[in-house]
């Protein structure tokens, strides 16, 4: 199976703070040739180094998906990799004036307004789709993760805090096209516990978190501004963070994605996984 690869008509930039460094940074997404592929480019380093969105370039995943080469760095990769993953946009120039994008409402949101806004252009050669012929598992602890062969590409996914009185146990299922990802899972904002903030402070993390661009949990208590925008937003950034974790795969592929309390290094792990089976 293939498809007519794609990229962005029109260059389209945003500017804002990074959610955990705090720096007000540029970004401009920029049009690219075929077979480029997806990659960030830091424009306020010395030569404007590349870094490929790719799980091989993955050095971190605390709280979030952060890709190296060399001594360059960018953090908090997931959020825009997933509105490319869900527009099928192939071939990308991602220009950076700071180590991380801007945070926006810390969704995928301003990234889908980018994407639709540029315009998508199709390209002349082909970029094969390819699926699976087995399901490929992944398990440690209490962390599951399984694709299974799918004519779709699909995420299944299963949240699970039974200490949180406000989250619980929260299920969410939707096939990841462009229109159901910007309805459904864009929109999601990240969030944390409140007895996390404490400990994330304390590492030099979220600088730039705010309840413009995060959802706060505490007990049974959920603070954030303009309340939810929908009742189970949490598993469904999940879903999102997913989206863009397993893109960093860097090939198009169909599966059924059965997760259970995954978040970014089980996610990444799983990326690697999928690789080594998709080049077989």
């Known amino acids: 199976m293939k498809r007519k690869q794609q990229t962005i008509a029109n260059k389209a930039n945003f500017s804002g703070v990074g959610i955990h460094t705090g720096q007000e940074v540029s970004m401009t997404l920029c049009p690219q040739k075929e077979d480029t592929g997806i990659f960030f480019e830091r424009t306020d380093m010395p030569g404007r180094p590349r870094i490929a969105a790719n799980a091989a370039h993955v050095f971190d995943t605390s709280r979030s998906t952060n890709l190296c080469v060399a001594d360059a760095r960018v953090y908090t990769v997931e959020h825009v990799l997933a509105a490319c993953r869900a527009y099928s946009i192939d071939n990308l120039g991602i220009e950076l004036s700071g180590i991380e994008p801007p945070a926006g409402n810390g969704s995928s949101d301003v990234f889908v307004e980018l994407i639709e806004q540029a315009g ?47 989250l619980g146990t929260q299920f969410y299922s939707v096939e990841v096209t462009p229109a159901h990802f910007k309805s459904e899972i864009a929109p999601c904002r990240t969030f944390a516990l409140y007895e996390e903030l404490a400990y994330l402070m304390d590492r030099g993390l979220i600088k730039g978190g705010s309840l413009d661009n995060a959802v706060v949990i505490k007990e049974d208590a959920i603070i954030c501004k303009n309340g939810l925008f929908f009742p189970n ?26 997760a259970i309390r995954s978040g970014h290094t089980s996610n990444v792990a799983f990326a690697k996984e999928l690789q080594l089976c998709l080049n077989k």
């Open 120 to 166: 998508i252009k199709q390209q002349k050669k082909d970029i094969p789709i390819f699926e699976l012929e087995a399901p490929v598992y992944w398990s440690q602890g209490e962390i599951h993760l399984v694709a299974l062969p799918s004519k779709e590409y699909r995420i299944s996914y299963t949240l699970s805090y039974p200490h949180v009185p406000a």
């Open 233 to 258: 937003e949490m598993v469904r950034h999940k879903i999102l963070d997913m989206i863009g974790d397993l893109s960093l795969v860097g090939k198009h592929f169909l599966a059924h994605i059965i």
